[in-house]
């Protein structure tokens, strides 16, 4: 059993006698022919890969099925098992009776350290900082706003097909947002996309606390949140943090250029009005260490009913001050507490930051680049992940392509996570420095887990078929699977 264990799945993506055309006839046969720990001092032989299991769901039109982890011994849980599956695509055309098959090599990994990166070629967007970036759906990043010297601000919205890595312009129209730095946006559902806040040049002096909505259906911005006098709403601000739970908007913190907040505030989706759910902020002189100081350009999770704050900038951090505790906000209670993180083994705590980037994936929050109390981007691209079972921090023995901040990180349903853009160097010039920004799009595999033979047979029959929608359709290949598949 040193190499693993022999797997035959056989999918369907069409059903016999119930294609429209008669005339094609598609199986993808996976095969798994081996299995090696990526540790080569590792003395285990993968004995325990015979303890896995096969759940098949075999539909009208398409055959889902998913390999299970069972077990994995806990000698190697500092190891990546690397499982390559062999992926061989038959296309039959039963008219003429041609016979074509394409072979891939696909590799899936599983174990507690992720694989390495890659970068995503292609056109893109122009080099930006300050831009905001969410997941749609299972196929689609959006992308909006942004800046780059001397005084380009980007209104324009992009978005990013996962499969084909391939990017779009969005036509948009309606109430667009100037202040496109800075921002904080949230997804709701597979058609909205919010945007609060925000900073324009000159930066700290045209700040916004309008919550803006983008239609995606038809390309729409209006505004969300009309606030008369009198009522309660988020002063003009930028670098806070927002989350959504589908039915309210929390925003937490931020600044105006001069004073930073840790409030929080709730806007309810269906009544369209702000309510605060906890204003002020923890002092130099407070003994109250659950409350935070107020901050700006931090990273806020919704976890549960709670939403975790981490890192994040204000005046006079001490050099040298670490993540050794993140705060958490109860949306039940609305009050704070701090949660007390444990060390890495060996590297300890990462060093405190701000503009960063902190994804949930799975139990694990990945947390990239960041700027440091000098204002610039940590040079080693480290990778750290805070274990959500333990609050426990790991040091990932990989380093990001392109240090950066002011960048974005969205995670994708099969747990990769995709950056791009933000300030990667801090030239130093005549006169002053310069902030070099770029346009960069790198991918990282952050799951931990086996992943399902459906997404890799959709990752192959998006190789083996590209674009071409009428065929897939004709197939059989399900709906919700075609939005992937087709950009």
């Known amino acids: 059993m040193a190499c693993g264990f022999p797997v035959r799945i056989v999918l369907n993506t069409g059903c016999h006698g119930c294609l429209r055309s008669g005339s094609f006839h598609t199986l993808l046969l996976l095969t798994q022919p081996s299995a090696r720990c990526q540790n080569t001092r590792c003395p285990h032989v993968h004995g325990s890969l015979q303890l896995y299991a096969i759940r098949a769901t075999l539909g009208a039109t398409f055959a889902r099925v998913r390999v299970t982890a069972l077990s994995m011994p ?19 055309d039963l008219t003429s009776q041609a016979l074509t098959i394409a072979t891939f090599h696909l590799q899936s990994e599983v174990g507690l350290m992720p694989s390495s990166w890659r970068e995503a070629g292609g056109d893109r967007p122009s080099p930006r900082s300050g831009h905001v970036a969410v997941m749609i759906g299972d196929a689609y990043i959006y992308l909006y706003g942004g800046y780059n010297k001397p005084s380009t601000l980007f209104q324009e919205m992009w978005r990013f097909h996962i499969l084909s890595e391939t990017w779009e312009k969005v036509d948009i129209r309606g109430f667009i947002p100037m202040t496109t730095c800075s921002q904080s946006a949230v997804a709701v559902g597979a058609n909205r996309i919010l945007v609060f806040g925000g900073t324009a040049v000159p930066f700290g002096e045209r700040n916004s606390n309008q919550l803006v909505q983008f239609t ?81 350009r931090h990273e806020a999770l919704l976890f549960g009913a709670d939403i975790l704050v981490i890192g994040g900038g204000w005046p006079n951090v001490p050099a040298g001050t670490v993540l050794d505790e993140i ?35 799975g139990t694990s929050i990945f947390l990239l680049g960041g700027a440091n109390s000098l204002n610039a981007p940590f040079p080693s691209g480290e990778v750290w992940a805070l274990e959500t079972k333990e609050w426990q921090w790991r040091h990932l023995p990989t380093e990001w392509p392109v240090p950066s901040y002011f ?75 075609l939005t992937r598949l087709i950009p």
């Open 74 to 92: 806990r000698s190697c849980s500092a190891c990546v098992v690397t499982f390559e599956w062999m992926v061989n695509v038959v296309h039959l």
């Open 327 to 361: 705060h958490a906000f109860s949306t039940v209670e609305n009050t704070w507490q701090r949660v007390q993180c444990k060390p890495d083994e060996n590297a300890g705590f990462p060093l405190a930051r701000r503009s960063h980037t902190c994804t949930l994936v």
């Open 216 to 296: 995606i259906s038809d390309g729409t911005w209006r505004p969300l949140s009309k606030i008369a006098d009198g009522e309660p709403a988020p002063s003009r601000r930028f670098g806070q943090a927002m989350v959504c739970d589908g039915r309210s908007v929390w925003v937490v913190g931020g600044t105006d250029g001069h004073e930073f907040y840790a409030d929080v505030w709730r806007f309810d989706l269906e009544m369209l009005t702000w309510e605060p759910c906890h204003l002020g902020a923890r002092s130099v002189d407070d003994d109250n260490p659950s409350v935070p100081y107020g901050r700006y």
């Open 407 to 481: 960048h974005t990180t969205v995670s994708s349903r099969d747990g990769r996570l995709y950056t791009f853009g933000g300030v990667n160097s801090v030239l130093e010039m005549a006169g002053g420095e310069r902030n070099e920004r770029h346009n960069r799009v790198c991918c990282f595999n952050a799951l931990k887990g086996v992943p399902s033979l459906s997404e890799l047979a959709t990752q192959a029959v998006a190789t083996y078929f590209g674009r071409r929608g009428p065929l897939l359709a004709e197939l059989g290949v399900p709906r919700h699977l």
